[in-house]
């Protein structure tokens, strides 16, 4: 049996989530609206040589990329929403971008970061690579130009696995690729890889994992796959070529990995992330602590508090998907920005619910009120409801640290959710007028409000 009671695995994350990590363009974190210091994403270059067969990233595959335009881009589009964040001083981490940008446009977007906010010392600088673009001699250049974290996509060490996966290298590209990465990057070299592909079987992924263990530095990101629609993949497995992996082996091949891992000394501090001596990705972790972030690239999002409109609000934005689009509106207007939405108190307080639990520390107190200085955790989810029945069958913990998942709640977070968001919602409306004396955090009123290419 692989479920706990009646709760299944649902350690992916639900759409939703999903999509959170799903963040292109190149991420510049500020800021202070809630007192916290904010963070970075993990943004995109937007072309791929060539599209893996399990991928529904924004990526193009355009062989002649005007990278000079682009770059003049990027950081003509950083510079423009580091002045509408007013985000000066408090940017502490950039995300970095995919290993098919040059190091010098890695180097342009660093600088013009630099140049327009305070870049704290050690500031989190990740690069996402793809072991078929990471030569020594273009790690070297990543290096000097201010990368000093790499994420290197390995996915699989097994070469039947990676051509089904439709990556570019090979297992022993890969393996390559991480010890370059760990030389040039030692104890700051993480990988990505996904579990769960069809065909695989637990013995495989438990060797599989051993081997792993033999090659990875101090952080792994370690995925299931999630079957995109519109993928070849996905494809393949609708039309019955390929078989599709029985959840009750998924949650066993992740319970195996999470054992594995935490008996070699990791820390499991996220749904799918591991960490050893403190080798935790910062900039992972300001983004589930729902901290601000400017997103900037083609379909890149961002979470900030529009400062130059003297606003208080907290706004979603989305830039542009198309690079070629973009780059046309943000050489006429600055930006790309296509959408943005004020979130209001309660889907700010849903991203903090759904993000924060998927760390081991879940929501502290402190973190809460930043977002709901009216109402404590204590007054949402400490009355009799869902987040005391799930306390009481052992995936919840609400105590004087905040609220978090106990580890067997963390891989089902995605069954406990609905319940959590629908506690959330229901005391927030019956509460929130009556309580709320100025608005949640610095949210204008419920209704969110959607403007297009504007500001
Ligand atoms: C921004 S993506 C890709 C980064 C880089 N281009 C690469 O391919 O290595 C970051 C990670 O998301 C994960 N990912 C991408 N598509 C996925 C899917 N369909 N299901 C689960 N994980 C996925 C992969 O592990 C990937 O390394
Ligand atoms: S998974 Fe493949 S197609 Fe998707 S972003 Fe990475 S390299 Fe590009």
Same mark, same amino acid.
């Given at each position: 049996?692989?479920?706990?009671?009646?709760?299944?695995?649902?350690?992916?994350?639900?759409?939703?989530?999903?999509?959170?990590?799903?963040?292109?363009?190149?991420?510049?974190?500020?800021? +202070?609206?809630?007192?916290?210091?904010?963070?970075?994403?993990?943004?995109?270059?937007?072309?791929?040589?060539?599209?893996?067969?399990?991928?529904?990233? %924004?990526?193009?595959?355009?062989?002649?990329?005007?990278?000079?335009?682009?770059?003049?881009?990027? !950081?003509?589009?950083?510079?423009?929403?580091?002045?509408?964040?007013?985000?000066?001083?408090?940017?502490?981490?950039?995300?970095?971008?995919?290993?098919?940008?040059?190091?010098?446009?890695?180097?342009?977007?660093?600088?013009? !970061?630099?140049?327009?906010?305070?870049?704290?010392?050690?500031?989190?600088?990740?690069?996402? *690579?793809?072991?078929?673009?990471?030569?020594?001699?273009?790690?070297?250049?990543?290096? =000097?130009?201010?990368?000093?974290?790499?994420?290197?996509?390995?996915?699989?060490?097994?070469? *039947?696995?990676?051509?089904?996966?439709?990556?570019?290298?090979?297992?022993?590209?890969?393996?390559?690729?991480?010890?370059?990465?760990?030389?040039?990057?030692?104890?700051?070299?993480?990988?990505?890889?996904? +579990?769960?592909?069809?065909?695989?079987?637990?013995?495989?992924?438990?060797?599989?994992?051993?081997?792993?263990?033999?090659?990875?530095? &101090?952080?792994?990101?370690?995925?299931?796959?999630?079957?995109?629609?519109?993928?070849?993949? =996905?494809?393949?497995?609708?039309?019955?070529?390929?078989?599709?992996?029985?959840?009750?082996?998924?949650? &066993?091949?992740?319970?195996?990995?999470?054992?594995?891992?935490?008996?070699?000394?990791?820390?499991?501090?996220?749904?799918? %992330?591991?960490?050893?001596?403190?080798?935790?990705?910062?900039?992972?972790?300001?983004?589930?602590?729902?901290?601000?972030?400017?997103?900037?690239?083609?379909?890149?999002?961002?979470?900030?508090? $529009?400062?130059?409109?003297?606003?208080?609000?907290?706004?979603?934005?989305?830039?542009?998907?198309?690079?070629?689009?973009?780059?046309?509106? !943000?050489?006429?207007?600055?930006?790309?920005?296509?959408?943005? =939405? !004020? $979130?209001?108190?309660?889907?700010?307080?849903?991203?903090?619910?759904?993000?924060?639990?998927?760390?081991?520390?879940?929501?502290?107190?402190?973190?809460?009120?930043? +977002?709901?200085?009216?109402?404590?955790?204590?007054?949402? +989810?400490?009355?009799?409801?869902? *987040?005391?029945?799930?306390?009481?069958?052992?995936?919840?913990?609400?105590?004087?640290?905040?609220?978090?998942?106990?580890?067997?709640?963390?891989?089902?977070?995605?069954?406990? $959710?609905?319940?959590?968001?629908?506690?959330?919602?229901?005391?927030?409306?019956?509460?929130?007028?009556?309580?709320?004396?100025?608005?949640?955090?610095? =949210?204008?009123?419920?209704?969110?409000?959607?403007?297009?290419?504007?500001?």
């Amino acid at each position: 049996g692989s479920t706990h009671g009646s709760r299944r695995r649902g350690h992916v994350p639900c759409p939703r989530l999903y999509s959170e990590r799903k963040r292109h363009g190149w991420f510049v974190s500020d800021s +202070f609206c809630y007192g916290r210091p904010p963070h970075a994403p993990c943004p995109q270059w937007p072309y791929c040589r060539k599209r893996c067969s399990y991928c529904n990233f %924004n990526t193009y595959g355009v062989p002649a990329v005007d990278e000079a335009t682009l770059r003049s881009c990027l !950081v003509r589009e950083a510079q423009t929403l580091l002045r509408l964040s007013q985000v000066h001083r408090w940017v502490h981490r950039v995300g970095g971008t995919p290993s098919l940008a040059s190091p010098g446009t890695v180097a342009a977007v660093l600088e013009a !970061v630099a140049g327009a906010a305070h870049l704290q010392a050690g500031a989190e600088v990740t690069l996402e *690579a793809n072991p078929s673009s990471t030569s020594t001699p273009a790690l070297a250049g990543f290096r =000097a130009a201010g990368v000093n974290r790499l994420s290197v996509g390995v996915q699989s060490l097994d070469d *039947a696995e990676l051509r089904m996966l439709g990556r570019e290298h090979t297992a022993a590209e890969a393996r390559k690729a991480v010890e370059a990465a760990r030389g040039l990057f030692p104890g700051r070299t993480s990988i990505d890889l996904l +579990f769960g592909l069809p065909g695989q079987s637990r013995d495989a992924w438990a060797q599989r994992l051993e081997e792993i263990l033999r090659l990875c530095d &101090d952080h792994i990101s370690l995925y299931q796959l999630t079957l995109e629609r519109d993928t070849a993949l =996905a494809a393949q497995v609708r039309c019955g070529a390929l078989p599709t992996p029985p959840q009750d082996l998924l949650a &066993d091949m992740y319970q195996t990995a999470c054992n594995v891992l935490v008996a070699a000394g990791f820390r499991h501090y996220e749904v799918s %992330n591991f960490a050893r001596k403190g080798a935790l990705s910062t900039h992972n972790l300001s983004y589930w602590q729902a901290d601000q972030y400017i997103g900037v690239g083609p379909g890149a999002h961002g979470r900030f508090v $529009l400062r130059a409109e003297g606003g208080c609000s907290r706004e979603a934005r989305v830039q542009t998907l198309e690079p070629v689009t973009w780059m046309r509106e !943000v050489q006429s207007q600055g930006h790309g920005t296509r959408s943005r =939405a !004020v $979130l209001s108190p309660l889907e700010q307080l849903e991203e903090l619910l759904t993000l924060g639990l998927r760390t081991d520390e879940g929501i502290t107190h402190e973190r809460w009120g930043h +977002f709901s200085p009216q109402l404590s955790l204590q007054a949402v +989810f400490g009355e009799a409801g869902e *987040a005391r029945a799930l306390q009481q069958e052992g995936w919840l913990v609400l105590d004087s640290s905040g609220l978090r998942c106990t580890w067997a709640g963390l891989a089902v977070l995605d069954s406990l $959710l609905p319940d959590l968001l629908w506690q959330l919602q229901r005391v927030l409306v019956r509460e929130g007028p009556r309580r709320r004396k100025e608005p949640v955090a610095g =949210a204008q009123g419920l209704s969110a409000a959607t403007m297009d290419n504007n500001g």
